[in-house]
């Protein structure tokens, strides 16, 4: 074996080596049963973070449309509407990373809609209310009146919802008893509370929201705040102005807890107590933390898709690729015999070092990317058919083996080169202007045709290559 050859063989062991290596975590994860897998995800084992994500289709989860509410923007020109959209996604993906959701997917659909899906999370009513909530934060001050008494019966009277108050969805006639300058909001633990109308601070100040806890216990867990610079110094003000009242600590029209104030509070601290569940303190910490909605936002459709039905897809989809390759292998072995069953190797390995790829960026596998797959590999056998005729028409006209094969991969590969590179323009531009299913599609497909590239008409050369100086053949089967 020449140095040439032998450098050559070096650098295919090499690729060889490190795609068996980026595989193999997914030969074992996939081995597992659903069910462990997915206690094993929970638990955060490290495994699951190296091998191929699956997308909505194939590992179940959520599928949600919103619309914006544009009549609450200042203004309903193109741009507001982006910019709200824009500020709305923003704020979604913060919320759905401090959830950990693995490759979820956020993306804008006409004027005003915005797309999510969030592969592996069942649970569409947890999901809708961490991502549309509003999560407005306000401090005001209670105030004690004697109309409180007959507002509470007229409410229970009319029998009003606790949500519905807090909303500010109240009939005329509770709303003339409201003495002016003032608001009725309903407490977490029961009762209500008359409120000055005017947020003496709002969560616009907040810096940082995380669960405290060392409150544990029956009582539940609280909620620690910081205040950025400014709202520690109105914080701070506010609080001595006004020692011995009681500051309603409210989120989304709720109150949440109602200390009294026993003196100035510097530092721009404090603490939203209430029984909370870890859970609860949990979504309550993330959706403050990342920020509000420009927008309201209202669910228009609604998929879930179960975690049994993607592991179907699962199976179906690599039932449909396991026969496929049966098939090609089949063929090429029967038609071409030996030179065939080169061409089946080299489309193994195409395989196999796609998947290596996809397992190495992260790839999300979705349907649509099976297809891309099963697509490349046909591409990747007609390279192979398009050599192999040429080897063919030299042989017949009496060359030498080594020769034939030389020139058949030499009058090949302009054809080849001329048909993958259309492709993968063709692919690149469904990644770059497509979306979802689309954009899978498109990456799939063009990491797919470049490595049929180095497969068939690198790798086979070589094997042709090692072939020849080892057993120096007079003859083909081709």
Sequence with gaps: MNGKLAWRVGIFLV??????????PNVVWYSLPLA?????????????????????????????????DTSKLPDESDATVLKAIEQNMVVINNRIDGLGVANPLVIR???????????????????????????????????????????????????????????????????KLIPPGMIIRPEREGGYLLLESTSAITGRYLKLARVDTGQAGQMGLGIDFELNSDGASLFEAFTGAHVGE???????????????????????????????????????????????????????????????????????????MLVGLALVFSFMLIYYKFSGL??????????????AVMTSFKATMTMP???????????????????????????????????????????????????????????????????????????????GLIISMFTCVYATKIFYEVWFAAFKPKTLSV
């Design 15 to 24: 690729v060889l080596t490190w795609s068996l290596i980026q595989l193999y």
């Design 36 to 68: 462990q897998r997915q206690e094993q995800a929970k638990r955060k084992n490290p495994l699951a973070k190296k091998v191929i994500p699956l997308g909505l289709d194939l590992q179940g989860g959520v599928h949600l449309v919103y619309q914006v």
């Design 109 to 175: 659909q006409g004027r005003e809609f915005i797309v999510i899906q969030l592969p592996g999370v069942y649970a569409s009513e947890d999901a809708k209310s961490i991502i549309g909530k509003t999560a407005l934060l306000e401090f005001s001050l209670v105030r004690d009146h004697e109309s409180l008494v007959k507002i509470i019966d007229e409410i229970q009277k009319r029998g009003l919802r606790p949500e519905d108050i807090g909303a500010g969805r109240l009939p005329v006639e509770v709303t």
């Design 246 to 320: 009681r500051l309603a600590i409210v989120l989304d029209g709720i109150v949440q807890s109602a200390p009294r104030i026993e003196s100035r509070i510097p530092g721009g601290r404090g603490q939203i107590t209430g029984s909370f569940t870890t859970q609860e303190a949990k979504l309550l910490a993330n959706i403050l933390n990342s920020g509000n909605l420009q927008a309201p936002m209202t669910v228009v459709e609604e998929r879930s898709v179960g975690p049994e039905l993607g592991e179907d897809s699962v199976r179906s989809g690599a039932r449909a």
């Design 342 to 355: 080169i061409s089946d190797v080299a489309l193994f390995l195409n395989l196999v070092i796609l998947l």
């Design 369 to 447: 990317g099976i297809a891309g797959v099963i697509l490349s590999l046909a591409m990747s056998v007609d390279a192979n058919v398009i050599i192999l005729e040429r080897v063919r028409e030299e042989l017949a006209k009496g060359k030498d083996v080594r020769l034939a094969v030389n020139e058949g991969y030499d009058k090949a590969f302009s054809a080849i080169l001329d048909g993958n590179v259309t492709a993968i323009l063709a692919a690149a531009f469904l990644f770059q202007f497509g979306t979802g299913p689309v954009k899978g599609f498109g990456i799939t497909l063009m990491s």
